[in-house]
């Protein structure tokens, strides 16, 4: 048997072209479905990262995005209790003490000093301090705290309300407190305990199994591209060889 000329080597070369481009779109897509499937590796960084600045990841007037969530970050500014407020939960379990920290700015965060019980007394803290905390997204942005709710308490943390009981710009979301220093001394509160990793919102851990079926699925695509254009060259290069047998 003759190995014919194929009759249009622009063709094949169209035809590759193209079974090229789709083979990077397929596994490219294949790898992004892969690794969103496999989240443990962005939690657990996220998790073990270095503290920054909380003004470094985060941005007055934004939602807390989700890559943060969990992330530790340190706030230097002038922590006012004065204007703190218990958040309840609605009963749940043991309110939250929140209190208003400061910057230069004048813009706010909430800080998050713990739990207590609701016989403990809101701390009356008033000065400088360094914080370092966890990241959290707002509690709840759809719902305002009752008008009738008790002197300094809320049923959310939402920022919307913080904003308007604070009379000040506040960045969304809130910090756990995790520890806290007053002129370099540690500063505790009696009573307080801060909050367990089980009332956080941390990265989302453990596969997705969508994900990784996703993933699959364009593997697939990309595996069945390469069998085309295999099966395109056999047939190209056997009809070339029948033409030149012909022709023999």
Not at 46 to 72: D, M, N, W
Not at 104 to 128: N, Q
Request: overall charge negative.
């Amino acid at each position: 048997m003759a190995i014919g000329r194929p009759r249009s080597w622009w063709r094949i070369a169209a035809w590759t072209l193209a079974m090229l481009v789709a083979l990077g779109a397929t596994g490219a897509l294949g790898v992004w479905q892969y690794s969103v499937a496999h989240r443990d590796d962005i939690a657990r960084a996220t998790l073990a990262a270095k503290p920054v600045p909380l003004t470094s990841i985060h941005t007055l007037g934004s939602y807390v995005e989700e890559q943060t969530y969990g992330r530790e970050v340190s706030v230097r500014g002038r922590l006012e209790c004065d204007a703190g407020v218990r958040v309840t939960l609605d009963g749940s379990s043991d309110p939250w003490i929140v209190c208003p920290l400061t910057f230069d700015s004048g813009t706010k965060v909430a800080v998050v000093l713990g739990s207590a019980d609701t016989s403990t007394a809101i701390p009356t803290l008033s000065s400088e301090v360094s914080a370092l905390g966890r990241l959290q997204p707002a509690q709840d942005t759809s719902q305002l705290s009752p008008l009738y709710s008790p002197p300094k308490t809320v049923e959310y943390l939402n920022t919307d309300d913080l904003v308007l009981r604070w009379q000040s710009d506040v960045y969304d979301g809130y910090v756990s407190l995790i520890s806290m220093t007053v002129d370099s001394h540690p500063q505790k509160f009696d009573g307080v305990t801060a909050l367990r990793d089980s009332a956080l919102v941390l990265p989302p851990v453990g596969i997705e199994l969508r994900n990784l079926i996703y993933a699959w699925q364009w593997w697939f695509f990309a595996a069945f591209t390469l069998f085309l254009w295999g099966r395109y060259l056999r047939d190209e290069f056997r009809d070339a060889s029948d033409v030149a047998d012909a022709k023999a």
